[in-house]
């Protein structure tokens, strides 16, 4: 089973900063990986897959990038709207998939 | 517009099983897998397992085999699954998820999720 783990835990940011959220595989997983924002109360929203292809509706601040095991999600411009927990997700070696443990940024 | 719409809350007592069902709308159901997707309260996203829309291939989590069970019935576009043996640490949210295109994109990540159903176990 592919591990995957987020980093930091939490990440405290100020509207209109850049944020960059981190994932590492514990091995390859090409680019297959895909990342979702969760709000509390609601069900995970796919943001990216692919590693850096955008979901539709996704606004363009997203981004995603890496491939291998190293990946990074980076929000340009945090707007208010943005304050989330972010999930990371593998597909590339399945079953099962796998998700990382979330990195919550606050403000 | 691609909505998967579940069924309610239910509490249940160690031992029993759960039923819960997902109603697709909006879109190709016969075209899509379907997934399960759980989440314990304050933690992250478990994967449980996937099912062809025709019900003719389910690929389970190892460590839920032999309790869990998806079926599909494409006449009502709505995917039921079953956990069985519930125990204290089964009590979550279960998600369903629309997964890849069974033909040209058959990747295993979600792009609609239904609503959720808060699965609590208790004594």
């Known amino acids: 089973e592919i591990v995957m783990t987020q980093s930091p835990a939490t990440l405290s940011v100020s509207p209109g900063e850049r944020a960059t959220l981190s994932c590492r595989a514990s091995?390859?997983?090409?680019?297959?990986l895909a990342w979702y924002q969760q709000k509390p109360g609601q069900a995970p929203r796919l943001l990216i897959y692919?590693?850096?292809t955008r979901a539709t509706g996704i606004p363009a601040r997203f981004s995603g990038g890496g491939s291998g095991t190293e990946f990074t999600l980076t929000i340009s411009s945090l707007q208010s709207e943005d304050f989330a927990v972010y999930y990371c997700q593998q597909y590339n070696s399945w079953p099962p998939v796998t998700f990382g443990g979330g990195t919550k940024v606050e403000i | 517009q691609v909505q998967l719409v579940q069924s309610g809350a239910e509490v249940k007592k160690p031992g029993a099983s759960v039923k819960i069902s997902c109603k697709a709308s909006?879109?190709?159901?016969?075209?899509?897998?379907v997934h399960w997707v759980r989440q314990a309260p304050g933690q992250g996203l478990e994967w449980m397992g996937i099912i062809h829309p025709r019900g003719s291939v389910t690929t389970y989590a190892e460590r839920f085999q032999g309790r869990f069970t998806v079926t599909s019935d494409t006449s009502t576009s709505t995917v039921n699954m079953e956990l069985g043996s519930l125990r204290f640490d089964d009590t979550a949210v279960y998600y369903c998820a629309r997964g890849g295109d069974i033909i040209i994109l058959p990747e295993a990540f979600f792009d609609y999720w239904g609503q959720g159903t808060l699965i609590t176990v208790s004594s």
């Open positions: 091995q390859t997983v090409s680019s297959k």
């Open positions: 692919g590693a850096s």
């Open positions: 909006g879109y190709d159901f016969s075209g899509f897998y």
